[in-house]
């Protein structure tokens, strides 16, 4: 007896990712080649990215403004210089995946 093999889709996404299709969910990849996580996961929290005055960018979630370190995918807490532990993880075509810690103001 053979097992049915799950068939997994791969298409572009509109920022030049790559989406999975399986099962009719799709599915996005986060700084990991190996795990994808269900697109829904991401549709909530919207992030704007803005230029900050130093040629760099700024993200700006929940009225807090991020700034990011060694990481493309994982921004911290503009006020992390007064001890605020809040960091955002997303995929790298931008999307929100989770937010670590929490804010001290
Ligand atoms: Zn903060």
């Given at each position: ?27 996005v990849q ?6 994808w ?69």
């Open positions: 007896m053979f097992q049915e093999v799950p068939v997994l889709q791969f298409v572009p996404s509109k920022r030049g990712g790559k989406i999975l299709i399986y099962k009719n969910n799709s599915y986060t700084s990991s080649k190996i795990r996580y269900c697109s829904k996961k991401f549709q909530t929290p919207f992030l704007q990215f803005m230029p900050s005055k130093r040629g760099g960018t700024i993200m700006i979630y929940n009225n807090n403004t991020y700034v990011q370190m060694n990481s493309k995918l994982r921004w911290y807490c503009s006020k992390k210089a007064g001890g605020c532990k809040s960091r955002v993880v997303v995929t790298e075509d931008g999307e929100f995946v989770t937010e670590l810690g929490g804010h001290n103001h």
